[in-house]
């Protein structure tokens, strides 16, 4: 079997020369530590805002289960995203606070690992997932919610070093 390093098509290390999508091969990088941090909102009105913050909304606790559904999404990353490695978490940190100015809640995910690969898609699913739970737990008073502004804000660890987003 060959081994794919990558630098396939497009520079992309998910191909290879031939452009067929492959795991990029990890097992010569050191194992470092490596940590990254996303957000998303998910804009409602403020109404709603105050449902899920006063704990009256009727299915419950609205930000203990998206909590709970970030740190699950963030543990099974590499069962929801093709090509994703499976990696050992050892934090996964979801906050989420009323933002009453923008009239939404601001999801946050730190993830981190000792590891030979980042957890920016940890992180990204993490916060979708939290973000996704909001919704589908006050859909029912507010079917025009949105989910907006998913980003990596930083990553840290590996070769490439340090990222940061611009705020």
Avoid: W
Avoid at 69 to 85: E, S, V
């Amino acid at each position: 079997m060959t081994s794919h390093q990558g630098g396939g098509a497009g520079g992309l290390s998910h191909f290879d020369a031939s452009g067929q999508a492959h795991m990029v091969d990890v097992s010569d990088k050191p194992v470092t530590q490596r940590s990254a941090l996303a957000e998303g909102f998910v804009v409602m009105t403020q109404a709603t805002l105050a449902l899920i913050t006063t704990g009256e909304a009727a299915k419950g606790d609205v930000l203990g289960v998206a909590r709970l559904a970030g740190i699950m999404a963030a543990k099974r990353t590499a069962d929801l995203i093709p090509l994703c490695h499976p990696l050992p978490l050892t934090k996964v940190a979801i906050e989420l606070v009323p933002d009453p100015a923008r009239s939404a809640i601001r999801v946050e995910a730190l993830v981190k690992t000792g590891g030979q690969t980042g957890v920016e898609m940890e992180a990204l699913t993490a916060v979708s997932l939290a973000c996704l739970t909001i919704y589908d737990m006050v859909k029912a008073v507010e079917k025009s919610m949105r989910i907006e502004g998913i980003r990596l804000l930083v990553k840290d660890g590996g070769k490439s070093g340090r990222y940061e987003a611009a705020p």
